[in-house]
């Protein structure tokens, strides 16, 4: 069955600080992974795209790993702002009947406080 | 427009009673994308339209699920005989359908749908 985890499920951290998001996938066959951010109320939004072949993609102050033989991504925010308060959404692209299907995990809820 | 606008952003129903969501995509766009998030879960996939037709409906839970898309631009999700489990986040999402990693979806707001 086509997975996608994320730890931690939520997180709180002080405004200037330093995190990093975990996602582990199942998803077969794999086009490439994005890194999504939803604000409240809000739909998501996309924040990097990477295919299997790349290691890192770097976005501001967003940046995200992905080692596809071990199927695990990682997200790294660095200097968080207030702004940073959302849940971030690990999406893996699977290809199925030639469109990108798109599988969520659950998210990681990131409070950043002052 | 600009980007992809759903109405109404909320929506109170009773159980039982009929609802329809409507998503205006991005001008364009030949795909279209439905999906549903309860609370503290990720969007999950109901249905993808390219152009008028439904390509993939695989993710409607049940025959009380709907969608349409007449002209190949807007599309209105229905719902029939609504149940409390049907409250929940519809999302809406669109891309210009080229495929390929670079096609990439673009969120509505959501319509909240509450079932009392």
């Known amino acids: 069955k086509n997975q996608v985890e994320q730890s931690p499920q939520s997180l709180i951290i002080l405004e200037g600080k330093n995190c990093t998001l975990q996602?582990?996938?199942?998803?077969?066959?794999?086009?490439?992974l994005r890194w999504y951010k939803q604000d409240t109320g809000r739909g998501p939004v996309s924040l990097t795209i990477?295919?299997?072949?790349?290691n890192t993609k770097s976005n501001g102050r967003y940046t995200a790993t992905l080692d596809a033989d071990t199927k695990q991504s990682s997200l790294h925010i660095t200097a968080s702002q207030l702004s940073d308060s959302a849940s971030y959404i690990c999406v893996v692209i699977g290809l199925s009947g030639g469109y990108n299907k798109l599988i969520f995990g659950a998210g990681t809820r990131l409070a950043v406080h002052p | 427009g600009a980007g992809v606008s759903q109405t109404p952003s909320n929506k109170v129903t009773e159980k039982g009673k009929y609802v329809e969501l409507r998503c205006d995509p991005i001008?364009?766009?030949?795909?279209l994308y439905w999906y549903r998030q309860s609370l503290g879960q990720g969007p999950e996939f109901l249905i993808y339209?390219?152009?008028?037709?439904?390509?993939?409906d695989s993710g409607l839970p049940n025959d009380r699920f709907f969608a349409v898309r007449p002209e190949g631009s807007v599309s209105t999700l229905k719902i029939q005989r609504t149940e409390r489990g049907d409250s929940a986040v519809y999302l809406c999402?669109?891309?210009?359908?080229?495929?390929?990693?670079?096609?990439?979806?673009?969120f509505g707001p959501g319509t909240r749908l509450t079932v009392l």
């Open positions: 996602c582990n996938y199942t998803v077969s066959p794999f086009s490439n």
């Open positions: 990477m295919t299997f072949s790349e």
């Open positions: 999402a669109s891309s210009s359908g080229r495929g390929g990693e670079t096609d990439t979806q673009y």
């Open positions: 339209f390219q152009g008028t037709g439904a390509a993939d």
């Open positions: 001008s364009g766009h030949t795909a």
